[in-house]
């Protein structure tokens, strides 16, 4: 049996991984850390998308999550990446996490092979959550992935006893509606698409997973803990609205990191081949952000 999922009803970053030249820049991590943590957010995602996990090698990854543990496990709940491609490789990954003290895994379908039948796939959550010892989030993220998570496998392996929830970042508001009437009342619900965020939580989403939440912390934990709220509304307006535009046009890595840089909250906006470095140009929405935290 899987320990009892992580209480993630707020905002949790997917943490960007800051880089110098080639290396990690584990300065430029510590300080993003602490200032997410200080922000208000109520979990942290190392080695999701934002935070580039498909362009790390293996040990890069076992050694962000290391650290994460080590410097804010104690204080906020841990999720890290445990997509694979293979059903052993996925579950060997996640014992690793497990090993390393994370809290739970998200877990997207795999990303080469896609399933030429539904029941293929839900086959695969399923045997991956029967050999899981951590809680499991699956992720939809078909822009990555190549294809979606059927709302209709999500209902499938929502009874299951390690998976506890769901990432949408399909940018489909009406697939989050069949993903919330379809699986059971504890089944916890997270948007990932900014834009999708207020409207999302509005419908009963329990929290977000956000990459501009590590950039403006304050203000995504602001608009999650009451989102009927004008404030909230003007957060979405001024602030999440435009620089969502601007991780539209940029990509969700760079233009996350170029204002990581702006902020001098990292030390540069590098980013990993395939990617390249992203511009926000001059922003209004930071001020706002400051403003309405």
């Known amino acids: 049996m899987t320990r009892d999922p992580p209480a993630l ?31 208000g957010v109520t979990g942290v995602f190392p080695c999701g998308t ?7 090698t293996r040990e890069e ?41 994370v809290d739970a895994a998200v877990l997207t379908a795999p990303y080469f092979h896609n399933s030429n039948r539904e029941p293929g796939l839900r086959r695969f959550f399923e045997a991956v959550a029967d050999a899981s010892p951590l809680p499991l989030c699956l992720y939809n993220i078909p822009a990555c992935v190549g294809e979606p998570i059927p709302a209709e496998t999500v209902a499938a392996v929502a009874d299951h006893e390690a998976v506890f929830g769901l990432k949408d970042s399909s940018g489909d508001l009406a697939y989050g509606l069949r993903a919330m009437h379809s699986t059971p009342d504890d ?11 207020l409207p999302s939580l509005r419908m009963g ?44 046009d940029e990509g969700f890595a760079p233009a996350t990191k170029a204002l990581l840089a702006e ?8 980013v990993r081949p395939p990617l390249a470095a992203g511009d926000i140009g001059e922003s209004e929405a930071l001020a706002a952000a400051r403003e309405l935290r």
């Open 205 to 248: 989403f329990d929290g977000g997973i956000n990459a501009l939440s590590n950039a403006v912390p304050e203000a995504y934990a602001n608009l999650v803990a009451e989102p009927s709220s004008e404030r909230a509304e003007r957060i979405h307006r001024e602030v999440v609205e435009p620089l969502f535009d601007r991780c539209l």
């Open 187 to 197: 089944f916890a619900l997270f948007q990932g698409y900014d834009a999708l965020l």
């Open 9 to 39: 009803d707020g905002v949790t970053p997917p943490l960007a991984t800051p880089f110098d030249g080639t290396d990690i820049d584990w300065e430029s991590f510590d300080d993003l850390l602490t200032h997410v943590v200080d922000g």
């Open 61 to 101: 990854r076992r050694r962000l999550v290391e650290h994460t543990v080590d410097r804010v496990g104690d204080e906020v709940p841990v999720i890290a990446g445990g997509t694979g491609t293979s059903v052993r490789e996925t579950v060997e990954w996640i014992e690793t996490l497990d090993d390393l003290g």
């Open 263 to 270: 902020r001098d909250l990292i030390a540069t906006p590098d």
């Open 50 to 56: 934002t935070g580039e996990a498909a362009s790390l």
